[in-house]
């Protein structure tokens, strides 16, 4: 931490928590939102689907196994900034190489630590996620002045941000061992270990950038379709939509996460809505509509996909079904078309801190890539 650097995260509603500077002294703006994760704090930080997510961390403790070489979700981090209480002074873990402190400022991450997350987090979970700003530095300015910066800022609602973080070019992750499907992954903000538990699977996956067309996505010969997680607002991916829906007219296997979920809801002819304020955590339970059955997951979703439980309905492909919802709060967590081989969740099977209930998700898309040869 900076050595008693002021710093104050500021709502756009008003409110200020004052703390010190984490990482590096500047100014960052973005949306607010809380992650209850008590592990897997570089996992989060990596994820491209916090682009423009200012992260308030639950976990009281912070930072107590360093950064290592082996756990970043994509090459950098995403967050647009990092509120925590109680960063670890010191690091222990054998893997670690530097601190979580370091790390951030190496990276340009403004942060804050210090303050009163629970506070932070009863707040936004009340009033909703909204638009905040980290400022830190000797001077930092008035309060209106931090407020009138924050009131400036973008809302996320409406916000196409996957453009950002999608890969320029095209690139090959090898199966692991023998190959036995080829896939074609659309990069909205992909993860590293999706690519890693498809190859596991012995599936060769083609990752293309998001304005991919279908022409592009046959040209790798693919046995499936992919669609990945990703920052911003789903209902500004017409184009991906429109790639999906071409998709499933040639039924070709989809399987979609988090993004790829409410892309393909939209692709059968659902909306999306903003949750108040999103889930984001290690823990989250949900229940799948036909079995009953629970499973302990990963989410990091802001929006979700209009629907109720167990419903069943017709779109343009045939009829599909809420596969799965969240216990919490009955939201949408799963889709399923029940006359073509396409699923997607809204959680995180490829979770690389965990819980893993969800990992046999890579094998039902083998099995939907198998039934369709
Ligand atoms: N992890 C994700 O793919 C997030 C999807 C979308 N940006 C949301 O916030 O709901």
């Not at 992650?35 to 570089?42: A, E, I, P, R, S």
Request: glycine letters at 10%; hydrophobic letters at 40%; charged letters at 25%.
């Amino acid at each position: 931490m900076s050595d008693h650097i002021p710093a104050a995260l500021v709502l756009e509603d008003g409110r200020i928590f004052r703390g010190e500077a984490y990482g590096k002294v500047g100014r960052t703006l973005g949306e607010v939102v809380f992650n209850t994760g008590m592990t897997g704090y570089q996992e989060t930080l990596t994820d491209p689907s916090y682009h423009r997510q200012i992260v308030v961390q639950t976990a009281p403790q912070i930072g107590n196994t360093g950064w290592n070489d082996e756990d970043d979700e994509s090459k950098r981090i995403w967050v647009a900034g990092y509120a925590v209480r109680d960063p670890a002074r010191i690091p222990s873990n054998w893997r670690s190489r530097r601190s979580l402190v370091e790390e951030l400022a190496r990276q340009d991450i403004v942060g804050i630590a210090g303050i009163d997350t629970r506070t932070l987090t009863r707040h936004v979970r009340e009033l909703g996620a909204m638009r905040g700003g980290i400022f830190s530095g000797p001077e930092l300015g008035s309060d209106d002045e931090m407020v009138a910066a924050v009131k400036a800022s973008a809302e996320m609602v409406g916000a196409s941000l996957a453009g950002d973080v999608t890969t320029a070019e095209p690139y090959v992750v090898p199966a692991i061992g023998e190959k036995r499907f080829t896939v074609a992954a659309l990069d909205l903000g992909i993860k590293s270990n999706t690519p890693r538990m498809m190859a596991e699977r012995g599936i060769e996956v083609h990752v293309l950038p998001l304005a991919s067309t279908l022409d592009e996505v046959l040209s790798v010969k693919p046995d499936g379709l992919f669609l990945s997680n990703g920052p911003g607002d789903p209902a500004t991916t017409d184009q991906q939509v429109e790639l999906t829906r071409q998709a499933l007219d040639r039924k070709l296997p989809l399987f979609g996460i988090c993004f790829g979920n409410q892309i393909l809801g939209r692709a059968l002819g659902r909306g999306t809505y903003k949750l108040r304020y999103g889930h984001r955590g290690i823990n989250i339970p949900v229940i799948d509509a036909e079995t009953g059955q629970v499973a302990i997951t990963a989410q990091n979703h802001g929006f979700a996909v209009e629907g109720e439980p167990g419903e069943r309905f017709d779109t343009d492909f045939g009829r599909a079904m809420v596969s799965h919802h969240c216990a919490n709060d009955g939201a949408v967590e799963g889709l399923r078309l029940l006359d073509g081989p396409a699923f997607s969740v809204q959680y995180h099977p490829e979770a690389a801190a965990g819980p893993h209930d969800a990992a046999p998700l890579f094998d039902k898309f083998v099995d939907l890539m198998t039934e369709a040869r």
